[in-house]
Nanobody, 123 residues
Framework: HVQLVESGGGAVQAGGSLNLSCVVS????????VGWFSEAPGKEREGVAR???????LYRDPKATRFFISRDNTRNTMTLQINGLQPGDTAKYYC??????????????????WGQGTQVTVS
């Protein structure tokens, strides 16, 4: 059974940075596509970025250079770095995993397992 646990959220001032981490357990991590989603107050959850087992990233907004996704297969962890935080980034951030090999997009239906989320509040 795949389990994901996020950490690293918190309250930060605009302009700051955060590193959100996700630890994945219960599966051969190297086969998984993993990603980050955000759910802002009053809005639907949407994809932020995903990264394949081979380390290829995909961002919802290719021009949003404030976001950087990475993974460490040896430690079963994934990280989302957010720089230049803006109040509009306030949301609950979820990590997700898709164990099956194959292409995955940054859409909820491409991911089978989810963490509980970590709150990011920017003021």
């Amino acid at each position: 059974h795949v389990q994901l646990v996020e950490s690293g959220g918190g309250a930060v001032q605009a302009g700051g940075s955060l590193n959100l981490s996700c630890v994945v357990s219960g599966h051969t991590y190297g086969c998984a596509c993993v990603g980050w989603f955000s759910e802002a107050p009053g809005k639907e959850r949407e994809g932020v970025a995903r990264i394949t087992s081979g380390g290829t990233p995909l961002y919802r907004d290719p021009k949003a250079t404030r976001f950087f996704i990475s993974r460490d297969n040896t430690r079963n962890t994934m990280t989302l770095q957010i720089n230049g935080l803006q109040p509009g980034d306030t949301a609950k951030y979820y990590c997700a995993a898709q164990p099956a090999p194959g292409y995955c997009d940054i859409v909820e239906t491409d991911f089978d397992y989810w963490g509980q989320g970590t709150q990011v509040t920017v003021s």
